[in-house]
């Protein structure tokens, strides 16, 4: 996508140099905000996306170290506990039935 076409947003006489990594709107040097290496057209887009990332971050931990799995790891310890008894009873029988 090229901005070489695209006027500033609020300089109509001025060629955009940037386009809004969050609302897509063109901007010029002069108008262009930067935050975390990405340009947006004012600041209000900036904090709303760094929030956005901040939220995905956040999502991620949960899932990552969440309580969901703690759940998981139980039920395969559980599981795991389950069907070595099932085992171990299994065997038992086989020996008692030689
Ligand atoms: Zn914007
Ligand atoms: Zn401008």
């Not at 955009?16 to 063109?26: E, I």
């Not at 971050?57 to 506990?81: D, M, P, Q």
Request: charged share 20%; glycine share 8%.
């Amino acid at each position: 996508m090229s901005v070489a076409d695209k006027v500033c947003l609020n300089h109509t006489d001025r060629a955009a140099s940037n386009l809004c990594l969050s609302c897509r709107k063109p901007v010029c040097e002069d108008c262009v905000v930067e935050s975390d290496g990405s340009h947006f057209c004012s600041a209000t887009c900036a904090e709303g996306h760094a929030r956005t990332n901040a939220n995905m971050e956040v999502y991620r931990g949960k899932k990552k170290g969440g309580f969901l799995s703690l759940i998981i790891k139980l039920a395969i310890i559980g599981a795991i506990v389950y069907f070595g008894w099932q085992y171990k009873d299994q065997i038992m029988n086989m020996i008692n039935k030689k």
